[in-house]
């Protein structure tokens, strides 16, 4: 018990003490701050690795469409509607998707 009082009397552990509670819960980087900033960042990454992802797509479907024609064809028939001048185009809906 005796040690326990002069540990609590001794300046140097209570300014030890009081330097990591502010640390802790006052300071602009305190531990709650650190959490939500990580989880931030875990978030950001996960966003950058998906785009990274749409990007080597885009550019993989642009070297297709470059360097061949009949995957040019189809891709303006499917996107875009269009058609040669003696052909008619029937568009299907589902109306499924239409209702979500």
Known sequence: M????NLLRNKFFLSGIAFLV?????????????YEYRNK???LEEEKDFYNKEIA???????????????LEKFARERYLMKKENEDIFVVVDNKKEDQ
């Open 2 to 5: 005796k040690n326990l009082l």
């Open 57 to 71: 797509k885009a550019d993989k479907e642009l070297k297709e469409l470059t360097t061949n024609v009949q995957s």
């Open 22 to 34: 502010w640390m802790f819960f006052f300071d602009r980087n305190d531990a709650a701050s650190q």
């Open 41 to 43: 960042v875990n978030k």
